[in-house]
T-cell receptor
Framework: NAGVTQTPKFQVLKTGQSMTLQCAQD?????MSWYRQDPGMGLRLIHY???????DQGEVPNGYNVSRSTTEDFPLRLLSAAPSQTSVYFC??????????????FGPGTRLLVL | KQEVTQIPAALSVPEGENLVLNCSFT??????LQWFRQDPGKGLTSLLL?????REQTSGRLNASLDKSSGRSTLYIAASQPGDSATYLC??????????FGGGTRVLVKP
């Protein structure tokens, strides 16, 4: 299994540009989520999905859109990038939504710089 | 709102010393607590997961304790090695399968 994969690894955008961060998992996981990591602030949840066709907002959803058309993929869209969105973005997944026994598996991250 | 704090933010020890990493959380209504390791430029790797009903978990040189009533967890790493140098994050799981992370402790083990 490749686990959780993310593309691209690094991206530079200009203010106002749009882009999609890709996330895929090959473990048949039901639950997928996006976090952003900023210095000294830990990881903060942006959006999450409990299954194909179902998404919900996390702690910091503004400026981001998601969709989940398949079990495997969970892309994150920035419609109009802002410098405040400069961060490292992590995608994570776990087999079930409600289990308290399972950890989440994280992708390697995408570093985004918005100028 | 759940808040998770890790102090200190950075720690440097000589090789062979035991590492003690602290994590505190404000709301004791958690499902579990997890410790993760993050290497520079990499994603997070789960080290230990402690259920809310458990007091501790052990894996090799790692031992994590949980005191839910006081809102604290401690990660012990015995006989530290340079390969243990990384950032360690704790996270608590609450209702809705949501993880709240601490800011992490950056560890340097000097040879």
């Amino acid at each position: 299994n490749a686990g959780v994969t993310q593309t691209p690894k690094f991206q530079v955008l200009k203010t106002g540009q749009s882009m999609t961060l890709q996330c895929a998992q090959d473990m048949n996981h039901e639950y997928m989520s996006w976090y952003r990591q900023d210095p000294g602030m830990g990881l903060r949840l942006i959006h999450y999905s409990v299954g194909a066709g179902i998404t919900d907002q996390g702690e910091v959803p503004n400026g981001y859109n998601v969709s989940r058309s398949t079990t495997e993929d969970f892309p994150l869209r920035l419609l109009s990038a802002a410098p405040s969105q400069t961060s490292v973005y992590f995608c994570a997944s776990s087999y079930s939504w409600g289990s308290t026994e399972e950890t989440q598996y994280f992708g390697p991250g995408t570093r985004l710089l918005v100028l | 709102k759940q808040e998770v704090t890790q102090i200190p933010a950075a720690l440097s020890v000589p090789e062979g010393e035991n590492l003690v990493l602290n994590c505190s959380f404000t709301d004791s209504a958690i499902y579990n607590l997890q410790w993760f390791r993050q290497d520079p430029g990499k994603g997070l790797t789960s080290l230990l997961l402690i259920q809310s009903s458990q007091r501790e978990q052990t894996s090799g040189r790692l031992n994590a304790s949980l005191d839910k009533s006081s809102g604290r967890s401690t990660l012990y790493i015995a006989a530290s090695q340079p390969g243990d140098s990384a950032t360690y994050l704790c996270a608590v799981k609450t209702a809705g399968n949501k993880l709240t992370f601490g800011g992490g402790t950056r560890v340097l083990v000097k040879p």
